[in-house]
């Protein structure tokens, strides 16, 4: 079954501080695509950073990095040195299937952060 | 960066009505997605759509479901007739390119409530 896991429903750090948030998935494919996206208090939908399966080196893009654990299912995303506005709700969503592939994405409840002064 | 919008934010309509959800995607992606949020549920996929044709659908998108572009203007959704459990956040996404890494770009939402 494809399915996507958020566990933690919300977090609340001091800002400058590092906040690991998690995310395990289920698929049965061998090649897939991990994905982190925010919402932001206005609704909108941001795209933050993206892991391949095959890839075993964990993504980095600014101050978000992944700690791919392939074995475990696991895609936590971690956010360096945070600000304010990193206060949001953060999804996790898998893709399954080949590049090539146009399949659907499969979401998980979402984390929200609250970043305080 | 590229936005794409959704009009209207909310609808609130009497159950049997119809009811069309429009999104305006970035202008040059090719590729649209409609995804269904109901609250304090996780976001679930609908429905893909390329070049007029419905690429692929989940089984959310019931037969009262159609999407649509006409001539490169709004991609819509339309649901006819409205039942109580279509009440959510609908989100459309496009994409310039198909293919599982191609990134999407989301509107806002449009708050459907039917009563």
């Known amino acids: 079954a494809q399915k996507v896991t958020q566990t933690q429903t919300s977090i609340s750090v001091v800002e400058k501080t590092t906040v690991t948030m998690d995310c395990v998935y289920e698929t049965r494919d061998s090649s897939y695509f991990l994905f982190w996206y925010k919402q932001t208090a206005s609704g909108e939908i941001v795209f933050l950073i993206r892991?391949?399966?095959?890839k075993k080196e964990n993504a980095t893009v600014g101050h978000y990095s992944l700690n791919f654990q392939k074995p475990k299912s696991s895609i936590g995303l971690i956010i360096t040195a945070t600000q304010i506005e990193d206060s949001a709700v953060y999804f996790c969503?898998?893709?399954?299937?080949?590049?090539?592939?146009?399949?659907?994405?499969?979401w998980g409840l979402g984390t929200s952060l609250v970043v305080n002064p | 960066g590229p936005k794409v919008l959704q009009i209207p934010s909310h609808q609130i309509i009497d159950m049997g009505q119809m009811v069309t959800l429009n999104c305006d995607p970035v202008s040059n992606h090719l590729y649209f997605y409609w995804y269904k949020q109901i609250l304090g549920q996780q976001m679930e996929f609908l429905v893909n759509?390329?070049?007029?044709?419905?690429?692929?659908k989940s089984k959310l998108f019931k037969d009262q479901f159609s999407v649509e572009r006409p001539d490169g203007s709004y991609f819509t959704l339309k649901i006819q007739p409205t039942a109580l459990e279509d009440s959510a956040v609908y989100f459309c996404?496009?994409?310039?390119?198909?293919?599982?890494?191609?990134?999407?770009?989301f509107g806002p939402g449009t708050r459907l409530t039917v009563l």
């Open positions: 759509f390329y070049n007029g044709k419905v690429m692929e």
């Open positions: 969503a898998m893709r399954e299937g080949n590049v090539g592939d146009n399949s659907k994405l499969i």
């Open positions: 996404a496009s994409s310039r390119t198909g293919g599982a890494l191609a990134e999407q770009f």
């Open positions: 892991q391949d399966s095959y």
